[in-house]
């Protein structure tokens, strides 16, 4: 069984996608030296995406290490499933395991509890 970004619902997709690329937009322009002067002296502002990603720490991180072959979106979705889908903030692939940070630490617990099911198997966080 495949799983695409198409196959999302439009609204969770859009949330996905403004917000992957929120995060590769400002990580590419912090690269440039004198758009991290203009962020220090306040003249640009990158709206509430910044701001919700300055408050989540380690506590908010989840790593699933997922079987090989399943997408970070597939693991993004079942994680999506369990603590609701607006609260995904960011997935990332790191070696071979997928970390997701969620906007709440009693969410992560929660998670944590009860696993996520990717490709009809029991997968712990």
């Known amino acids: 069984m495949s799983f695409l970004l198409a196959d999302l619902p439009t609204k969770i997709k859009e949330n996905f996608q403004d917000k992957l690329l929120s995060v590769h937009c400002s990580k590419h ?61 960011s997935a990332s692939r790191m070696n071979k395991a997928v970390v997701i940070f969620i906007d ?5 617990e929660r998670l944590v509890e009860s696993g996520v099911i990717l490709r009809d198997t029991f997968t712990p966080v």
Do not use: C, Q, W
């Open 104 to 108: 709440d630490v009693s969410k992560v």
């Open 29 to 89: 322009r912090l690269e440039n030296s004198t758009h991290r002067k203009k962020v220090a002296m306040g003249t640009i502002n990158y709206g509430t995406a910044h701001a919700e990603f300055e408050k989540l720490t380690r506590r908010h991180a989840v790593k699933v290490l997922p079987e090989a072959g399943v997408s970070v979106e597939e693991v993004s979705y079942a994680v999506g499933e369990v603590v609701g889908f607006e609260s995904v903030k």
